[in-house]
DNA sequence: TTCATCAATGCAAGCGATTGCACATATAAA
DNA sequence: TTTATATGTGCAATCGCTTGCATTGATGAA
């Protein structure tokens, strides 16, 4: 392919300013206002003015310019999406089914990654203000607390809708999982199994999935009358090293766990791991659950129990709850709970 | 908890509309553009005068109106990314690595996934242009083989930097793999290790990276005097079916393969899932390769060779090149070829 | 023929910032 | 004291599009 007549380098150091409505216009011989109701395809302009103008808007290469129709129309057709990182599949299912119902109504998406810093969270928050998003769905970062930022949002008039990780304080749309429920069915599962001495690798309470977790985990240990040691029982960022830390102490004890619940599949992945070259075995001398799912985990060698999060729906939900809101202004405060699956698979069951 | 006081809904159907520096002039009785002047840190405002209007500002609760700033400054300090998807260990890592350079520079990022339709990626650079964004950085799809839609780009006006998958015709910054040495380099290890009737899962050759691959493994299998199979040498869209399928059609040959060089690391985990259901012992019977690397490939048993790309550097560069195109607008068309590791692990390694 | 009605288009005022230029003080230099 | 030079603000146009209202000419009803 030759684009030598193409290529022709433009050096000014200013863009040149593009085609506008008012080109067409002048080209046309008619007013702005006629071009524009033209390409909205406003029923007020004749068939006739129409072809004409679109022909020519075609000829001249227009292309809107969404800055300025947004600041007339008071309306960015833009999303704001934050999440606390994006290398996670629970988040990448989640902002896909977000995208497949945005994308299908007209709107883009503007993803943020907190990374679990409340501090970037704020920021953030001020820049889709700014931004003027037509609306937000937001998962909160670990350390979030305070929901001053939200109530601000809230004051530039901005919906929002919250996922997974909300304050309950903070009045808003939610879609959440039953994060007891979670942790429950997980520990009945192995108590069901056999398994006596169950460890939990949690996130910091400070978040209501975790706290939720953690309070369920005693609860539902004492339900089946099984031993709650608290030193099984962590709360942590789950670094590596916290992980790395955690299971060279648990495996020095006395009494040595023989079931370990944790809180995602990246740190279960890292518990098999190290489970291994501790040459412990899996599911006879110690079980794995993970609390959340990832493809990785039906690769590892045994397949490890994980409960499956419908990330996509919520995804698809929170959108959809967020265009009533945008579209109807209906302000409701209603709590959607998803379903969520545990899939047993050979890290957690065998026959004692 | 108590919800009952912050519960008050607000009924409106019109977004009540917000402060704007009119409202903070008019408050301290200036101008507009003292205001804005100020509010920017202009030092042709006197210290005292920004003091009261950054303090007015405060306590209205204004909040900066990018999009009237945008129409205005004609720059939106946001940046477009294009990659095919989002749950990618690799794209996760370049956007990454954008936006790190990127909110230092106080950008922000709008990321769209074409999905691999080269449909949808005609759609999204139009909207990146409507959109006003300051640049575009972009893998293409798969499906991607006309440069219209990239022109069309270029002639509005905004600077393109693409990576890893290009078009060679189209001229713009580009930051890429050697995919010739990446393959050339797997087979020749695998050669060393042995091993002699390679396959290879490999992508659509309609894209650069894939028929790179290609080229460089017919070439270096005859380099190294190993027989091509010309039923070993498979391009397709790398689904679980074809995988499936290749898998079944080459373990029924005569002569069946002793190693598979696969395309990415879902297609490598996935091999060795079902090499391990055909119970065939890896790496003794079998070796694989994966091009590309997620941190799964460290979990399965053996670990899985592979090819470690620099995903995060070549958001960091690609995002340099943009910024100073953006800035200085010197457009170049040089190709920044990133470097590689191969990462030998259990897979592909033994003593015959 | 006259008046109401309707369809098609134009006029002009926004939207909320930014910015070149003019203008008023104040200060320094002559 | 007068003139040059800063310094700090205000004026008004502009960015490109949207939209309420006015206008025009044509059509149909009275």
């Known amino acids: 392919m030759l684009f030598l007549h193409k290529s022709k380098v433009q050096i000014n150091p200013m863009a040149k300013s593009s085609i506008t409505i008012n080109d067409i216009a002048r080209e046309l011989k008619v007013a702005p206002s006629t071009v524009s109701r033209a390409l909205n395809n406003s029923r007020k302009i004749s068939e006739a003015t129409k072809k004409k103008i679109v022909e020519k808007a075609e000829e001249l290469g227009y292309n809107l310019n969404m800055v300025a129709s947004s600041l007339s129309r008071k309306t960015t057709n833009t999303i704001g999406v934050v999440i606390p990182v994006i290398n996670n599949h629970f988040y990448n299912e989640v902002v896909n089914g977000i995208e497949e119902i945005a ?6 998406i503007l993803i943020s990654q907190t990374k679990e810093s ?7 928050m001020r820049t889709m203000s700014a931004t ?4 937000v769905i937001a998962c909160l970062s670990r350390e979030t607390k305070t929901t001053g930022h939200l109530i601000k949002l809230e004051k530039s008039n901005i919906p929002l809708v919250l996922f997974d990780r909300v304050n309950y304080d903070f009045q808003c749309r939610k879609v959440i999982i039953d994060n007891f429920s979670v942790m ?18 949690g996130g910091p309470t400070s978040c209501n999935v975790y706290s939720e977790h953690a309070r369920a985990f005693s609860e539902t240990l004492k339900k089946e009358n099984l031993p709650l040691h608290p030193q099984y029982h962590l709360a942590s960022d789950i670094t590596e090293e916290d992980i790395s830390e955690a299971m060279k102490i648990w ?8 079931a370990i619940i944790s809180v995602n599949s990246n740190a279960a992945l890292l518990v098999s791991k190290l489970a291994k070259e501790l040459h412990l075995a899996i599911p006879e001398n110690l079980a794995i659950v993970s609390l959340t799912s990832e493809p990785a985990l039906q690769y590892v060698e045994p397949q ?3 409960v499956e999060l419908p990330g996509t729906d919520i995804g698809r939900t929170s959108m959809k709850f967020l265009l009533e809101e ?10 959607t709970i998803k379903p969520f699956q545990l ?3 050979n890290s957690s069951f065998h026959n004692h």
Request: net charge positive.
């Open 304 to 306: 490890i129990t994980s």
């Open 343 to 345: 899939i047993i698979r």
């Open 184 to 201: 429950e069915q997980s520990v009945s599962h192995l108590a069901r199994s056999g398994y006596k001495n169950i460890a939990h690798l």
């Open 103 to 108: 994308s299908n109504r007209g709107y883009r």
């Open 326 to 335: 945008i579209r109807y202004r209906n302000r409701k405060f209603d709590t």
């Open 251 to 258: 495996f020095s004890l006395k009494v040595k766990p023989d």
């Open 118 to 124: 409340f501090h970037k969270e704020e920021e953030i």
């Open 132 to 135: 003027r998003v037509d609306g």
